[in-house]
């Protein structure tokens, strides 16, 4: 008669084996700063483990720790119970410990099968069996239920597609333990289920899942366990049915979700931007106003038309019907240059694509619309140069050593603040924030949050884009939901539930 097998552990794993990786006062010390001060943490078999924590936490120091990029500065790692050096990322990849990074690091020109077999190439002879690859590509896609072409070029695929093909590289690798790093960042809703379903059978099948998040809201609904980090200590770890929101955002910023969310509530000026049945490519016949003092948001699944319509308001797509009007008056606006020159500014969806000379410093790029200003002659001005940048770094908290370090070295939510910062310095009448919080912490949310506060203050208006819906939903003044590029509902300030947004964006 066969065994019944044992029942898991609750968060996974069986109740007599042990963890399959603890960590016992792991640390990590750059000179005299700590990143990672002394901590303690065992990881249970075939579990989902969030980490939460602001950016400059520690996360990301831990990442590196569990990959071998970067080597302890002390304490001890256990896999299976015998201590393991992961002096480098082969060891660790021998080992089963895998990880796919918020920002893809795979080859953009070549195909999505040779991404996926980068290193285990077929051959025959000497020669790739591309045929065979891509068929056998295609089934692992089609088996883990991402529906992306195998034969195509990845650099032809968006960034959220990106990122599917990156997970699935790493999950075929042998790998019993694979952390994800912001991986819904630039995912749609429907490729966002289908990682999940995936994360739901690698644990299934086993795999030991770390996840980490700003979405408070994903780590309820995949995770077993949760911990946090804060100013690179570990400050408690928690069963997910025994904690909440509320207490998740305490441990890691000491502030109450009302004061992430606060909203001031400024007197409406005049209106600056008018559209009146205007349509473009990906949008039709969309009519909103705009006025001083004013969040209008736009909420809508991905590629419901939201961005594709304000890109159109700032010049970079033509409009093929409608009008739009700047302060009362009729604009044909052709390019950016116009739109800036009106008194617009656009702070792009994909800041690290479309919002950042990544490999200039932070005092460039705060200085990029401006440089016209500091001119003199033909000769910059170093003095005021290094006075604007400065002022931004020290106004917006950007957590940097200097304004000479390249923008690539700064984490997500103080490249965001860079973004920011070069409109703010540029000065504008209307600021158009395109998911201007993905990827970055609850804490820098609200740092943001309350610059958009203050913009209004001086009599700005906003065009606040967002497929997070408890953002729209509690800053927005007027809130217009997309859907498959037209718009299907306007409503003011909480006068309709969460609910039934979302059922105007989906169309139920």
Not at 218 to 238: I, K, Q, W
Request: proline share 3%; glycine share 10%.
């Amino acid at each position: 008669m066969v065994a019944e097998p044992e029942a898991p552990a609750a968060g996974g794993g069986r109740a007599d084996e042990g963890p399959i990786l603890e960590l016992r006062e792991l640390k990590k010390n750059y000179g005299p700063v700590q990143a990672l001060k002394p901590a303690t943490l065992a990881f249970r078999r075939a579990e989902i483990h969030a980490m939460v924590g602001e950016n400059g936490a520690g996360k990301s120091t831990l990442i590196k720790l569990l990959t071998g990029v970067i080597r302890r500065s002390g304490g001890e790692i256990f896999w299976n119970g015998k201590t393991v050096g992961l002096d480098n990322p082969q060891e660790a990849i021998d080992l089963g410990i895998n990880a796919v990074h918020q920002e893809v690091v795979l080859c953009r020109h070549l195909t999505v099968a040779a991404n996926i077999f980068l290193g285990e190439e077929q051959t025959w002879h000497g020669l790739l069996k591309k045929r065979e690859m891509t068929h056998a590509a295609q089934r692992i896609l089609d088996d883990m239920g991402f529906h992306l072409p195998a034969g195509a070029l990845l650099e032809t695929l968006t960034i959220g597609q990106q990122q599917l093909v990156a997970t699935a590289r790493a999950s075929l690798r042998g790998t019993k333990f694979l952390i994800f790093d912001e991986p819904t960042a630039y995912l749609t809703r429907q490729e966002a289920a289908q990682l999940f379903a995936l994360i739901r059978r690698l644990k299934e099948s086993g795999v030991t899942i770390i996840y980490i998040s700003h979405r408070l809201e994903e780590v309820f609904e995949l995770a077993d366990r949760v911990s946090v980090l804060r100013d690179g200590t570990m400050v408690g770890t928690r069963d997910i049915h025994e904690t909440n929101e509320t207490e998740l955002v305490t441990l890691m910023i000491n502030r109450t979700i009302e004061q992430i969310y606060h909203k001031e509530h400024v007197a409406f000026g005049e209106t600056l931007l008018e559209t009146r049945h205007l349509s473009g490519k990906g949008f039709n016949d969309v009519s909103i106003a705009v006025r001083r003092g004013e969040i209008v948001g736009l909420y809508g699944l991905i590629g419901a038309g939201r961005s594709e319509f304000a890109l159109s308001v700032f010049g970079r797509n033509r409009r093929a019907s409608g009008e739009i009007f700047w302060k009362g008056e009729p604009v044909d606006i052709h390019n950016e240059r116009q739109a800036i020159a009106l008194g617009i500014a656009l702070a792009p969806e994909s800041r690290r694509d479309q919002g950042l000379n990544l490999n200039l410093p932070i005092g460039f790029n705060l200085n990029l619309p401006i440089y016209d200003r500091l001119t003199r002659g033909i000769t910059i001005s170093r003095r005021e140069e290094a006075e604007r940048a400065d002022r931004q770094i020290q106004d917006l908290a950007i957590k940097t050593p200097s304004r000479r370090s390249v923008a690539s070295s700064m984490s997500g939510g103080n490249q965001q603040k860079i973004v920011i910062g070069k409109w703010l310095n540029h000065g504008a009448d209307l600021f158009i924030f395109d998911e201007p919080t993905v990827g970055v912490d609850v804490g820098t949310k609200a740092e943001i949050y309350r610059l958009l506060g203050e913009l209004l203050k001086k009599g700005a208006g906003i065009i606040l884009i967002s497929s997070y819906l408890p953002e729209v939903y509690e800053l927005a003044d007027t809130l217009h939901v997309f859907r498959a590029g037209r718009l299907v509902g306007s409503n003011p300030f909480r006068t309709v539930s969460h609910e039934d947004v979302l059922a105007e964006a989906i169309g139920v």
